[in-house]
């Protein structure tokens, strides 16, 4: 049994079980104040406009360049894919299979992750729900590699400064990408695991 069925909100902020009130709209934590809900309001569209706009930023983000190495005045933008394939021409096949993982596999399973959950919740899907909550942690442990990516090219550009001799330019497709981690973060930020279990055990579902 769930604890809403027994009339009980848990704060998000500290925690604290607190007891529904039939009549009361708005209810407030005993113990820290905050606003609860039995369910987080409007999660599910939330998660929706986040998720979609981190698919809208998904392809400048793979289609742009996100570095440029300049060597003696001379070099050539890279996007996240030819820089993998620079990587394993030149034999560096771990540093190669680290940056493919980290930056093309992770957001695209982050993404058709959290689009199956959502479906899953809004059209009743008889799947497991030990299973979905199993792969929604999974998606918040994984998400914070993504930005791999990001903290290396921006070490690059702040130390790799020697004007002609060498430099690195961070380029459009890393601030595309950036969008895609931090938008994929709050999409399962913001959805209600919760959800699934209702999903499973009523037939109707909380939004």
Avoid at 4 to 32: F, K, S, Y
Avoid at 36 to 61: C, E, G, N, Q, V
Wanted: glycine residues 6%; aromatic residues 6%; positive net charge.
């Amino acid at each position: 049994m769930r604890a809403i069925d027994r009339g009980l909100i848990l704060c998000h902020e500290c925690h604290q079980l607190n007891a529904a009130q039939p009549d009361t709209v708005r209810h407030t934590c005993l113990r820290c104040g905050a606003h609860i809900h039995p369910r987080r309001p409007h999660s599910i569209a939330k998660s929706w406009a986040l998720l979609l706009t981190a698919a809208l930023l998904y392809l400048p983000a793979n289609l742009l360049p996100i570095m440029t190495v300049r060597s003696l005045g001379q070099g050539q933008p890279d996007t996240i894919m030819s820089g993998v394939i620079t990587l394993m021409q030149h034999g560096m096949y771990p540093i190669a299979l680290v940056v493919f993982v980290a930056s093309i596999a992770v957001p695209s399973l982050k993404l058709i992750g959290i689009g199956l959950l959502l479906l899953s919740v809004q059209r009743h899907q008889t799947l497991s729900a030990r299973q979905r909550i199993l792969m929604f942690r999974f998606i918040e442990w994984i998400g914070r590699w993504s930005m791999l990516d990001i903290f290396v090219i921006a070490i690059l550009v702040a130390i790799v400064n020697f004007g002609a001799l060498a430099s690195v330019e961070a380029g459009f497709g890393a601030l595309a990408f950036a969008g895609v981690v931090v938008l994929t973060m709050l999409a399962a930020l913001t959805f209600d695991p919760r959800l699934i279990w209702d999903n499973t055990d009523l037939p109707t579902q909380h939004d």
